[in-house]
Each structure stands twice: as structure tokens, then as C-alpha cells.
């Protein structure tokens, strides 16, 4: 954990806010709303506190909440005030920043009230295409300017991870006998499983059998499946790993098993733009991410 960023630039304010950093500066100057702090060389930083006020502050504001207004509450009627527009205000736009908030705040109450005030107005189907894959895309940004924390990203998705499994189990007992077999399955080393875990909800709720081996599988793990003399499609979502240089021989492994056989292997993710799909002689399919494979299906 000691990895874990706990300051962060009015840049990093910005990228999680949405808030031009100008505004930012105008709010602390004249409502005296966040009180950054200076390192050795005046440069100016600021705490989760100021990140998680700020969260608050821009929640309140987006719902017809006068910034003059905020700036005269507590510490703690800002947070009671700012939960209680959370519970109230949960469509798209507004769940999504709810989200953020409760995942730097480690608040599962509120992540729990949201998401069951989303069900009142969507299905699980719409709640997840609508509001949790746009929040997702956001923590990517996140991850890629070095602004989010492990710990955030860890805590919010085994919640959303939590969800789509109890979904999931709703269905299974609604699976049509088919010759088909669905194996999906993370590359070694790769944890990032959500979309995986969605596309296996999708695919029971069509009615196919799935069968789930979940993050950081070693290919040899899939000798059993291989073997079978039913047909297989095996589905691979790929964000980190393999490494970029080692995409190709990765496929190369994959293709010589799957050479002579009835098996086929469909592979998401950003690391598929590596390869060129024309060059396999197997069932091999390349798609960027689950929305574009859900297309076809």
C-alpha cells in the first residue's frame, strides 16, 4: 500500500471533478472552500479531505445548490446534505458522480443506495450500459493521468463486480440445452475481470452455458477444455497482459491448440489491436471491447 497517492495537483482535481482548475482557484479564493497545502518549493497540493469536500461541492452545485450557499455549511452539513442529494438524485449523469464519490469516500451505504434508487427507474441491463460502463471508462482516465488510488479501484469494483455476479445467479437456472460451450478466462497476471464478468451475465441471459474461470489463468489451465470433443468458444479480455511484446506469441500458443479442432476463441480488449486477424488460420475473433462483441451476438 505505500504506493497509494495521497495528494494530489488541482490538475488531479480537475480530471476527478470535471471542474476546470480556474474554477477551482476561484472557489478557494473567494468562498474559502479547499485549503491546499505547499510543499518545500510553494507548490501547492491537496488532501483526499479536499478531494472528497470537492466531490460533495460539485454534487450540490450540479443540483441547483448555490456555490454562496455551500460555502456557508459545515464540514458536516456538507456531507449530510451532499448524501442526501445522492440517495435522491440518481440518474446517469448524477449516479455517476455519486459513484465517484462513495469510491473515494469507501462509502458503501451510499454506493448501495444509489444503485437501488437506479433500480427503481432501469434494469440492471440499462443501469450497467448506461451509468456503470461511462463511471468505468472514467476510472480508466483516471488510471491513465496517475490520479486514481488503488484502493479506489479495488473498492468500487468488487462492489459493481458484486452486483453483476448476483444478477447473474438469477438466471441460471433459465440455461437452454445447446452443444455450445462458453469458457471465458483472464491471461495470466490480468485481474481486470468486469467486463468479462458482464459478458458471462449477458451470455445466461441468452440462454448459453458458460463456464467461468475467472482472473490470471495459465493456458495450460485450458488443456482439459481443449481436449473436449464438444465445441468450445473460449473468451480472453486483455487490458494489461500480456505484455505488448509478447501479444503475438501469446495467439501463436493459443492457435496452435486450437488448429484442427472445432474450438474457436473470441479476445477483447485494447492489447487485440496488436494483431491482425487476417493472419489466423483458426476461429479466432477480435473485438476492442465487450459493447462491440454484444453487437453481434
Known amino acids: 500500500m ?12 480537475e480530471n476527478i471533478s470535471g471542474i476546470k482548475a480556474h474554477t477551482i482557484r476561484i472557489w478557494e479564493k473567494r468562498y474559502n472552500l479547499l485549503h491546499p497545502k505547499r510543499t ?21 452545485n450540479n443540483n441547483n445548490f448555490k456555490i454562496s450557499k455551500i460555502a456557508k455549511m459545515t464540514d458536516e452539513e456538507l456531507l449530510l446534505q451532499s448524501r442526501e442529494v445522492a440517495f435522491s438524485t440518481a440518474i446517469n449523469d448524477e449516479a455517476i458522480n455519486s459513484f465517484k464519490l462513495c469510491m473515494f469516500q469507501f462509502d458503501k451505504v451510499l454506493f448501495n443506495n444509489t444503485y437501488n434508487k437506479l433500480l427503481h427507474k432501469k434494469t440492471f441491463r440499462e443501469i450497467f450500459k448506461d451509468v456503470f460502463m461511462p463511471f468505468l471508462n472514467h ?7 496517475d490520479t486514481l488510488l488503488p484502493a479506489h479501484e479495488h473498492f468500487i469494483s468488487n462492489l459493481i463486480a458484486q452486483k453483476i455476479q448476483i444478477n447473474t445467479e438469477k438466471l441460471e437456472y433459465n440455461i437452454a440445452s445447446t452443444n ?12 481486470h475481470e468486469l467486463g468479462l464478468l458482464y459478458l458471462n451475465y449477458e451470455l445466461v441471459l441468452r440462454g448459453h452455458h458458460t463456464i467461468y474461470l475467472g482472473q490470471s489463468l495459465p493456458l495450460n489451465n485450458l488443456d482439459y477444455f481443449f481436449k473436449n470433443t464438444r465445441d468450445i468458444c473460449f473468451i480472453t479480455s486483455m487490458t494489461v497482459m500480456p505484455y505488448d511484446d509478447k501479444v503475438k506469441e501469446y495467439f501463436n500458443e493459443i ?35 465487450v459493447s462491440d462483441l454484444l453487437k453481434e451476438l
Open 180 to 191: 455450445k460451450t462458453y469458457v471465458l478466462f483472464l491471461p495470466e497476471n490480468e485481474i
Open 139 to 145: 476510472i480508466g482516465l483516471l488510471w491513465q493521468t
Open 40 to 60: 518545500d518549493t510553494n507548490i501547492r497540493f491537496y488532501s483526499n479531505d479536499n478531494l472528497q469536500k470537492l466531490l460533495n461541492i460539485v454534487l450540490l
Open 255 to 289: 492457435e496452435s491448440v486450437l488448429e484442427g479442432t472445432n474450438h474457436q476463441l473470441i479476445a477483447l480488449g485494447r492489447k487485440t489491436q496488436l494483431i491482425n486477424e487476417d493472419n489466423f488460420k483458426s476461429k479466432i475473433s477480435l473485438y476492442n471491447s
Open 2 to 13: 505505500n504506493n497509494i497517492k495521497r495528494d494530489f495537483t488541482i490538475k488531479d482535481l
